[in-house]
Every structure is written in structure tokens, then in C-alpha cells.
T-cell receptor, first 114, second 112 residues
């Protein structure tokens, strides 16, 4: 158990819908990262928040957005869903935001878009 | 984007054998991390490396930070069935701030 929690574990929805994925970092960690893992793309970095502020953006679509709240939990919002958005979505947390900070991963949310 | 190439892509070995895999990039890294992922689960950190040339062990696992800072190696000795999974290298290239990239993965199957 990494100490990072994600909800829900599974999510099934239809194209065009909007969903929200939630992540709670390990106690004391200020950084939250979101990743998408699909069969053909591997683990792709989406976005990084540190203490409530966006720090880095990766391959995140405009239909996707995220935020980190004062209690440090984070939400990833996916809208106008397409079939290709079906994937595992992981969040990870780390203590700070330096490049030597180890990231610990949550169990993931499996999103299926029908 | 950045590319972390892992080799081999997959391995099928007998229980008790040693395993070696590596990760290479065209970019320089300050940190190399090795993760293991079981199906449907999140990656679990195995070993973290922070300095060129560093050699670190975690039980039967040993990883090294290449001296060029562009590669890393993971060895598993005396493999057991629970070593089955996908192994990923990861890290932030020096020119991307804290944006982490993950390798393409090495799938390991251990035959009892």
C-alpha cells in the first residue's frame, strides 16, 4: 500500500459524458501527478500540481483538466469523453517538486468509455 | 516527446535464473527509478538512483545508474514466480523540470 488513494476504482460511462477522478496523496506529500496508461501508449504524464498550483503539463488534452485543493487532494476532470479515452488513470504523489523526489503511485482508476 | 527505450521488451525465464534488463535514453537524467507493475495495479517503486555510477540493492534486486547518465540497469537474481510483472524505468530528463517519463516496459514471465 503506497498510501495514495484513488476513487473510484472502476468507471464505465458513455461517449460525450464527463467524469471526475479523485486522488488523495500520501500524508505529508505536497505534489500530485496524473498519468494515463493505455495499451498502446504506455504510461503518459498528464499534469503535475504542487501545493495547489500547476507545475507542469504533459500530454493532457484540452478536454481534460485538473486541480489540487487546499487539503491537497486532487481531481482530474475528463469531458466530452471519447472511446479512445478508455484507459487506466493513475495519480502519484511526492513530498516536494524536485526532480529527485520519488513518486508513489495509487492503485488507479480504470475508465471504460462505451 | 522523450523516449526511454527498455530492453528486452519481454522475457520468459525459468525460476531460479537471473534477469537483466536495461533502459536507455538520448537525454541525461538526474534520477532513475525502477517500478514494477502487476496487472490492473499501480506501479510500485523498487529502487531509486540519484547519482551517476550509483549501485543500489533491494533484496534480490540491484540497479545501477549509468555513468553517462543516459542509461540504467536492473538485475534480479534467483527469480521466483512472484517476480512476474512489467518492469518500468522512469525519471525526469534534466531539461524537463520535474516531468517524469516512463520506459516502454519489460514484461517478465517466470516459469516454475
Amino acid at each position: 500500500d503506497s498510501g495514495v488513494t484513488q476513487t473510484p476504482k472502476h468507471l464505465i460511462t458513455a461517449t460525450g459524458q464527463r467524469v471526475t477522478l479523485r486522488c488523495s496523496p500520501r500524508s505529508g506529500d505536497l505534489s500530485v501527478y496524473w498519468y494515463q496508461q493505455s495499451l498502446d501508449q504506455g504510461l503518459q504524464f498528464l499534469i503535475h500540481y504542487y501545493n495547489g498550483e500547476e507545475r507542469a503539463k504533459g500530454n493532457i488534452l484540452e478536454r481534460f483538466s485538473a486541480q489540487q485543493f487546499p487539503d491537497l487532494h486532487s481531481e482530474l476532470n475528463l469531458s466530452s469523453l471519447e472511446l479512445g479515452d478508455s484507459a487506466l488513470y493513475f495519480c502519484a504523489s511526492s513530498v516536494a517538486s524536485g526532480d529527485s523526489d520519488t513518486q508513489y503511485f495509487g492503485p488507479g482508476t480504470r475508465l471504460t468509455v462505451l | 516527446g522523450q523516449q526511454l527505450n527498455q530492453s528486452p521488451q519481454s522475457m520468459f525465464i525459468q525460476e531460479g535464473e537471473d534477469v537483466s534488463m536495461n533502459c536507455t535514453s538520448s537525454s541525461i537524467f538526474n534520477t532513475w527509478l525502477w517500478y514494477k507493475q502487476d496487472p490492473g495495479e499501480g506501479p510500485v517503486l523498487l529502487i531509486a538512483l540519484y547519482k551517476a555510477g550509483e549501485l543500489t540493492s533491494n533484496g534480490r534486486l540491484t540497479a545501477q545508474f549509468g555513468i553517462t547518465r543516459k542509461d540504467s540497469f536492473l538485475n534480479i537474481s534467483a527469480s521466483i514466480p512472484s517476480d512476474v510483472g512489467i518492469y518500468f524505468c522512469a525519471g525526469p530528463p534534466t531539461n524537463t523540470g520535474n516531468q517524469f517519463y516512463f520506459g516502454t516496459g519489460t514484461s517478465l514471465t517466470v516459469i516454475p
